[in-house]
């Protein structure tokens, strides 16, 4: 189909300039010949006949020109086309710039001549050695010392009878003896370290003598003699070295306070039990880690008395 569209828009072509052509050469004869009006007339004329047949020639290609438009077959066949007439013009032997590697002219080697007899092949000349220097004064003749004779000895009486003792080798120095171990430290002193701390603790506040009216009558016989006593004066019973007594303090406001000042003796207080129904508290010295003695801290009667007692040993 395509091909009968091609051959009748060419026809067409053809039809028409061919027309135009014979109305261009055609001369009518005539008696006399064709004049030159006729010639004129027929060339203007030409270009008219050609406007005249433009619609018709514009119409047809416009028809099959939508049909060429509209197939693709065609689009690829001239693109291909076109490549092919391109293709000579391009140079696929041409490098890319990339590839192109400036390389430094090699350097001519330098021959470096110090001397231009060494590059002909001729000798140098000599230098011209200086003249000797003049023979100079001898030199005084050397006195020759002569040896000293030896001295042998040929008599056994030449040798003389006493010898210098030889030196004797220093004695060796005596190491220092090596110390003794360390002296033993005396044994501790638990009713001193005691003593100390019940001094530290009455510091804390007034006290006052102790006295077994200060406390419950229940509580009396836990920390004195009663048998030998009366309520007013009785003496401490066996292993309580020390009463101390404070008043006005309760013993919630000065517990705390007695057991930092041992600690800050060097007294460590630690809870065992109790003793009385009171805390009993452990005394161990930091430094020597031996057993200072016990510490009772209970409240007496009345409840604006604190009473502290020191104990050699654990009370029973």
């Known amino acids: 189909m395509f091909a009968l569209g091609e051959c009748s828009l060419l026809q067409g072509f053809l039809r028409i300039y061919f027309l135009a052509f014979l109305q261009m050469v055609h001369v009518e004869p005539s008696g006399s010949g064709k004049s030159l009006a006729t010639m004129v007339k027929g060339v203007v004329m030409q270009p008219i006949l050609f406007m005249r047949a433009l619609p018709y020639v514009t119409a047809q290609l416009s028809t099959y020109g939508a049909q060429f438009i509209g197939r693709p077959v065609i689009w690829m066949a001239l693109a291909a086309h076109g490549l092919l007439l391109l293709l000579p013009a391009v140079d696929l032997t041409a490098v890319k710039p990339e590839e192109q590697i400036e390389t430094e002219p090699e350097e001519a080697p330098v021959i470096e001549v110090q001397n231009l007899s060494e590059l002909i092949g001729a000798e140098p000349e000599e230098a011209e050695l200086p003249p000797p220097p003049e023979d100079p004064e001898p030199p005084p003749p050397e006195t020759s010392v002569a040896p000293p004779d030896d001295i042998v ?162 009370p029973q």
Do not use: C, H
């Open 153 to 314: 000895i040929t008599d056994v009486e030449d040798i003389p009878e006493d010898l210098p003792d030889e030196p004797d080798e220093p004695d060796e120095p005596n190491e220092p003896d090596e110390p003794d171990d360390e002296p033993e430290q005396p044994p501790f002193d638990g009713a001193a370290a005691r003593a100390q701390a019940a001094d530290r603790t009455r510091t804390l506040g007034e006290t006052t003598p102790p006295a077994p009216l200060l406390l419950d009558e229940d509580q009396r016989s836990f920390f004195f003699d009663m048998a030998n006593g009366t309520k007013l004066d009785a003496p401490l019973i066996d292993g309580l070295t020390d009463l101390i007594v404070f008043n006005d303090a309760t013993l919630a406001e000065k517990e705390q306070e007695i057991l930092n000042s041992f600690a800050a003796g060097g007294d460590n207080p630690s809870q065992v039990g109790e003793y009385g129904d009171w805390p009993l508290y452990q005394l161990i010295n930091v430094e020597s880690n031996e057993e200072v003695g016990y510490l009772s801290v209970f409240q007496g009667t009345g409840g604006r008395t604190v009473l502290v007692g020191i104990w050699n040993s654990f």
